[in-house]
């Protein structure tokens, strides 16, 4: 069973910035297409961001452009770069690698952001 690794995360105090990272052993890494999602305490899990196989990104109301997901197919990466973070951002982050009906999950990293 494939289990994406999340990395990165951590405390940062408001304003600040963080960039997670979530690798994954799979061959055609390129084919699959990445996305990440948060969940905060006694809320449920949300998306943030996606992007496609294809390079095609979308995100959520809330990011309002401080965020930016990439990938990395050569290091099979794929990268959230969070600027201007908010308390209201704290989170364990989750990356979520899928194509088709193969869905893999990674389990976590905590964000934390201090007022």
């Known amino acids: 069973q494939v289990q994406p690794v999340e990395s990165g995360g951590g405390l940062v105090q408001a304003g600040g910035s963080l960039r997670l990272s979530c690798a994954a052993s799979?061959?055609?890494?390129?084919?699959?297409?990445g996305a990440w999602y948060r969940q905060a305490p006694g809320k449920p899990r949300e998306f943030v961001a996606r992007?496609?196989?294809?390079?095609?990104?979308s995100y959520a109301d809330f990011v309002q452009g401080r965020f930016t997901i990439s990938k990395n197919n050569g290091q099979n990466t794929v990268y959230l770069q969070m600027n201007s973070l908010k308390p209201g951002d704290t989170a364990v982050y989750y990356c979520d690698i899928y194509r088709g009906n193969r869905d893999y999950w990674g389990q976590g990293t905590q964000v934390t952001v201090s007022s």
């Open positions: 992007i496609r196989d294809d390079g095609v990104t």
């Open positions: 799979i061959i055609a890494f390129s084919t699959y297409s």
